[in-house]
Nanobody, 122 residues
Framework: VQLQASGGGLVQAGGSLRLHCAAS???????LGWFRQAPGREREFVAA???????EYYLDSVKGRFNIKRDDAKTLWLQMNSLKPEDTAVYYC??????????????????WGQGTQVTVSS
């Protein structure tokens, strides 16, 4: 399994960005998602799509602002609107076989992409 994230950048508060994750070597039964890590902080779950069902899960602080979309087994998007300075972080695309009730925990995801930087200026 390989994951390639892209689409990060610098944006002013209130702006939008769209992240893309290109995946290979996995199937629709795999769950895909996004984590982020800000400087000096632990990795934090952002959003995920449950494999097989396409059920979406979000961090409370991004609900209503972020939207995760999976086109097929290999393409994942994260539309981020109304961005805030506290959204600044490196964003990672992640994947795992099946699903887990511990989906908030980074150790539950076996595969990680290289990360893309998102910076939101105030």
């Amino acid at each position: 399994v390989q994951l390639q994230a892209s689409g990060g950048g610098l944006v002013q508060a209130g702006g939008s960005l769209r992240l893309h994750c290109a995946a290979s070597g996995l199937w629709l039964s795999y769950s895909l998602g996004w984590f982020r890590q800000a400087p000096g902080r632990e990795r934090e779950f952002v959003a995920a799509v449950r494999g097989g069902t396409s059920t979406e899960y979000y961090l409370d602080s991004v609900k209503g602002r972020f939207n995760i979309k999976r086109d097929d087994a290999k393409t994942l998007w994260l539309q981020m609107n109304s961005l805030k300075p506290e959204d600044t972080a490196v964003y990672y695309c992640v994947a795992r076989p099946g699903w887990t009730t511990d989906y908030l925990q980074p150790e539950q995801y076996k595969y990680w992409g290289q990360g893309t930087q998102v910076t939101v200026s105030s």
